[in-house]
């Protein structure tokens, strides 16, 4: 399975801001759906914010406000801007892109760490 490749997670005091990134490669045609997602130990991998090719943004509750989803189609990128972080946003954070209504391709995860 093609793995996209994510950056940009790390270490950030309460309050703190993070952007991630992920490149799908040229071998993936259809990013229609474009999405970040997040696991904790022991839980679940849960949505965090996705936006479909033609859509617009959707955000959890907890993440609403704070968090900003975008996505650059000429470079197969989705971007992840994480403000006003919260020591409950620490996990393991994974972008993931499909066709439309579903995620196929995944990334290796990146860590975000929010603690003083």
């Known amino acids: 399975q093609v793995q996209l490749v994510e950056s940009g997670g790390g270490l950030v005091q309460p309050g703190g801001s993070l952007r991630l990134s992920c490149a799908a490669p040229?071998?993936?045609?259809?990013?229609?759906?474009m999405g970040w997602f997040r696991q904790t130990p022991g839980k679940q991998r849960e949505l965090v914010a996705q936006f479909p090719s033609g859509g617009t943004p959707y955000y959890v509750d907890a993440v609403k406000g704070r968090f900003t989803i975008a996505r650059d189609n000429a470079k197969k990128t989705v971007y992840l801007q994480m403000n006003s972080l919260k020591p409950e946003d620490t996990a393991v954070y994974y972008c993931s892109v499909g066709p439309p209504g579903m995620y196929i391709h995944w990334g290796q995860g990146t860590q975000v760490t929010v603690s003083s």
């Open positions: 040229e071998s993936i045609d259809d990013i229609s759906s």
